[in-house]
């Protein structure tokens, strides 16, 4: 297999540390060239004195000010703006997109446009410019590999099966957070509360989508577009262990399914080695004999309501998906600032959705003006209740 340079951006996360550990453990195949990083400058650091990369956008001006003074060789830029012009560089293979949020589809639209494969973890690209994105990758033959452990999975069993010969997908959640709590019982919740997650270690915007759902339902849009399959045809069941990452049902009935431990480094090695599965070092232990039994439970859609909506905002198309997830980004980082309750989350997202005036067409820069006025009604929604609450 031929050495591949990798482009990271949001290296400094969750998904973007597990992808570093894959991109070292493997020096003879995979070389970090550029990669981008949000507030963490300390671990910024480290990447840039153990891979040697030749370029770095930082978040903020500042930052990116004080890299420079400190790694004068390297070629350093920020904001949104940089982001495009890490993923505008002609050196390099793949684009693993770690970053959290609707600032990466601009940046995964570029790297399409040079017809440079993705490593697509960033589930917001597709929710919000799906169409988009999926129609300049026919067009220039740059190919969606997912990252995410239940589409990777997905991916992973779709392998030599005919598209046509496909009945339905089954995405697995494990419920986040608060899965055992009634309605009435998540109105005292804390953000400690919603951080604990019983089966994964993720960053706290995604631990807290989990904890409302959102995650999976931005997740059943993403498989929309990325297996060009119907809203109808895409299911998703409980599954409290987290051992089958997902599946799929073929047209005579037979179910093929991918499992394994609850580790990222899997999905992340296969979406930078594909088609190969190269050995993953330091492997988790997986022994279906320890595990035992295996839950799977219908989704409860009163209970997770935000799951419900996903699907009538896929459904609807156009900027809705953008508003859904435009209006979760603000709610749920205005909960982890203890600005609002865990349930007005879902209360600002669902007003945000039923506001929506839909434009006539819906072009990707029609969608992300309606991501944009949306995040600034939401705002200004969370500053009254602030002031309901003050009164």
Not at 189 to 204: E, F, I
Not at 215 to 228: M, P, Q, S, W
Not at 303 to 326: E, I, Q, S, T
């Amino acid at each position: 297999m031929a050495k591949k340079k990798i482009i990271l951006l949001g290296a400094t996360g969750s998904v973007g540390v597990q992808a570093l550990d894959v991109i070292a453990a493997h020096p003879d195949l995979f070389e970090l060239v550029g990669f981008s990083f949000g507030k963490n400058i300390e671990k910024a650091r480290d990447i840039i004195q153990t891979f040697s990369p030749n370029l770095v956008v930082a978040a903020h001006e500042n930052l990116k000010t004080q890299l420079l003074d400190e790694f004068p060789s390297i070629a350093c830029y920020s904001g949104q703006t940089g982001l495009t012009q890490l993923a505008q560089t002609q050196d390099y293979d793949v684009l693993l997109n770690a970053i959290v949020g609707a600032i990466g589809v601009l940046p995964t639209l570029e790297a399409i446009k040079l017809g440079r494969d993705i490593a697509l973890a960033n589930k917001e690209t597709l929710v919000v410019a799906g169409d988009t994105i999926m129609s300049e990758a026919a067009r220039t033959g740059s190919k969606i590999l997912p990252v995410d452990s239940e589409h990777a999975a997905i991916f992973q069993v779709l392998q030599g099966v005919l598209p046509s010969d496909v009945r339905s997908l089954t995405i697995t959640a494990s419920g986040g957070s608060f899965r055992d709590k009634t309605r009435d019982e998540l109105v005292d919740v804390t953000l400690a509360d919603a951080l604990t997650h019983p089966n994964w270690s993720m960053g706290a915007k995604i631990t807290i989508d989990s904890a409302t759902m959102v995650n999976k339902g931005l997740e059943v849009i993403e498989a929309h577009h990325l297996f060009g399959m119907s809203y109808e045809d895409i299911h998703v069941v409980l599954h409290r262990e987290s051992v089958v990452h997902s599946m799929i049902t073929l047209n005579d009935g037979a179910v093929l399914a991918q499992l394994g431990p609850s580790d990222m480094r899997e999905p992340i090695q296969y979406a930078l080695s594909y088609p190969k599965h190269i050995t993953l070092h330091h492997e988790k232990p997986f022994d279906l004999t320890q595990i035992g039994c295996l839950h799977f439970e219908k989704m409860d859609l009163v209970r997770f309501p935000m799951l419900d909506l996903a699907y009538r905002v896929g459904k609807l198309g156009g900027g809705y998906p953008a508003v859904y997830n435009a209006a979760n980004e603000v709610a749920n980082l205005a909960f982890q600032e203890d600005k609002i309750t865990f349930l007005q989350i879902e209360q600002l997202v669902t007003r945000a959705v039923f506001e929506h005036i839909e434009f006539v067409g819906q072009s990707l820069q029609q969608i992300l003006k309606s991501d944009g006025v949306t995040r600034e009604k939401v705002n200004q929604w969370i500053v009254e209740l602030a002031e309901e609450k003050g009164s």
